[in-house]
């Protein structure tokens, strides 16, 4: 929209902005009118078709308490939560909500508070039941004898419903909520039952393909680790071939600070000190016994090394300034535009194509580069690899670019499976440090040992079995996006 008229009597509660009576919205909605259902959310409610509840603000002092998720809303990302999510809870704490909070699957979080993120939802599966969800997520249950819920959750994600979120919010205080016009937005459900089974039965399968392959990647630091020690890939075999109940019970259940290791004490010779570095978590002995322990299966390697026989070539993006920002549809990926080894479908911010162009020659991004968070604490060793969807970006300067030269001793799947394996994640976390403000890993990264196994069979199967679970991931990501676009 440019510019409109309303008249007086059209005003509701007193709101004055324009964006929230947008007549390119309501022109939408009505042209629907003869192929859709159209109910408000506060119909629903009323009529004891959707419930709404709201979750908790547990309080700091809880946080890193256990390995239970505490449920932010920077944890959903792509419609589903992070494989490691960055604050955990006890047993005592998730007792204390579990019943108020009453998680099930096919429960919808969604996020009512937070600027950019507003709008961005989940559907729960048997994956996620056990976690506890801060107070700026909305819970939703459908009545399944009314929605399915895998239906209701593609409509939510339409663009129709996305636009009237954004024409909805407004700034309390210092953050942006949608508050209570949630219960405004129309939801248009297809009078063809026909599609309405089709869509709900594609999405299923879709979240199903996906969320095996989140549980794959929750429990990869662990199977990883175990694929380098046996020099075999049968414990990812195994656990690709057990069911769902079977994954679920043996599932390892981890937070990031899992990553942080747990030494006490040791001694360290003063001549082994390096640059002055007096950090007593850099020299962790539990790393390089590790390392050790495993030389008779897997060559020890660092990222300078590999870099030094152009194995590798490692580079960082732009900072292209904020006056760019929103300027286009084109990504501008940050920090944390990422997780579970992929990018968001829709990152925070966009540039226009001129911008794109200006930087798109040195920075260079192809399929099968990985980008790594260099600067931001909790994201720091966060890693994830570019798909064909997602190769017309830029990226922030807070991230490295690393990209494989061909060789025969390691392609990007391979270096993506080792970068989330434990022991390259827990020697990230030794290496990083506070400057000015942020704490970072600087280019202490080159420092980082690789454990790249000797046996070319296992190389070759850890790459195939990475290859095939990222991309069955991004395949189900696209149905589910196409399946939202087309809906209304």
């Not at 109910?39 to 390995?67: C, N, P, Q, R, W």
């Not at 890939?233 to 690709?240: G, S």
């Not at 162009?357 to 968070?373: N, T």
């Not at 394996?421 to 942020?438: A, E, G, H, W």
Request: proline share 3%; charged share 25%; net charge negative.
């Amino acid at each position: 929209m440019i510019s409109y008229w309303l008249d007086n009597q059209d005003v509701r509660e007193q709101v004055y902005i324009p964006k929230y009576y947008d007549p390119g919205i309501e022109q939408k909605i009505h042209q629907l009118k003869g192929t859709h259902n159209l109910f408000t959310i506060s119909d629903l409610v009323k009529d004891g078709k959707i419930k709404l509840s709201t979750g908790h603000e547990i309080g700091k002092m809880a946080y890193g308490t256990g390995d239970i998720p505490f449920v932010r809303t920077s944890d959903l990302t792509n419609w589903e939560t992070k494989s490691a999510p960055k604050q955990g809870v006890s047993e005592e704490i998730y007792a204390k909500y579990a019943s108020s909070q009453d998680i099930q699957s096919g429960d919808i979080l969604f996020v009512r508070d937070g600027t950019y993120l507003i709008g961005t939802n989940c559907i729960v599966t048997e994956l996620d039941k056990k976690i506890v969800y801060q107070s700026h997520i909305l819970k939703i249950r459908v009545s399944k004898e009314f929605l399915d819920p895998y239906l209701l959750f593609i409509i939510l994600n339409s663009p129709l419903i996305q636009e009237q979120i954004r024409s909805f919010q407004f700034t309390a205080d210092t953050i942006d909520t949608i508050g209570s016009r949630f219960q405004e937005l129309v939801i248009p459900i297809p009078k063809d039952n026909k599609r309405c089974i089709e869509a709900s039965v594609k999405a299923k399968a879709a979240m199903n393909a996906r969320e095996l392959g989140k549980a794959f990647i929750k429990q990869a630091p662990v199977v990883i680790e175990q694929v380098l020690e046996l020099n075999t890939t049968n414990p990812i075999d195994e656990f690709l071939t057990k069911d769902w109940d079977s994954i679920l019970l043996d599932l390892k259940q981890d937070t990031v600070t899992s990553e942080f290791g747990h030494f006490e004490t040791f001694w360290v010779d003063s001549k082994n000190i390096k640059e002055r570095i007096y950090l007593p978590k850099y020299y962790d002995p539990e790393i390089i016994d590790e390392l050790s322990n495993l030389s008779s299966t897997c060559d020890c390697v660092s990222i300078q090394e590999l870099c030094n026989d152009n194995f590798l070539t490692v580079s960082t993006g732009d900072e292209i300034g904020k006056m760019a920002y929103g300027t286009g549809i084109i990504p501008f990926v940050r920090t944390s535009d990422f997780s579970n080894w992929e990018l968001k479908h829709d990152p925070k911010q966009g540039v226009s194509d001129e911008i794109y162009e200006s930087y798109k020659k040195s920075q260079d991004v192809k399929a099968g580069d990985i980008l790594l968070v260099r600067d931001g604490t909790y994201l720091i060793g966060t890693s994830c690899i570019i798909t064909s969807e997602d190769e017309k970006m830029l990226f922030c300067g807070g991230l490295y670019k690393i990209r494989v030269n061909e060789n025969d001793s390691i392609d990007q799947w391979l270096l993506l499976a080792l970068l989330n394996s434990y022991l390259v994640k827990r020697q990230i976390r030794t290496k990083q440090f506070t400057r000015d403000v942020i704490d970072t890993i600087g280019k202490r990264l080159f420092e980082v040992v690789l454990p790249i196994p000797k046996s070319k069979k296992v190389r070759t199967s850890l790459s195939h079995q990475m290859k095939s679970i990222v991309e069955s991931r991004i395949n189900a990501r696209v149905v589910i996006k196409r399946e939202s676009n087309s809906i209304c």
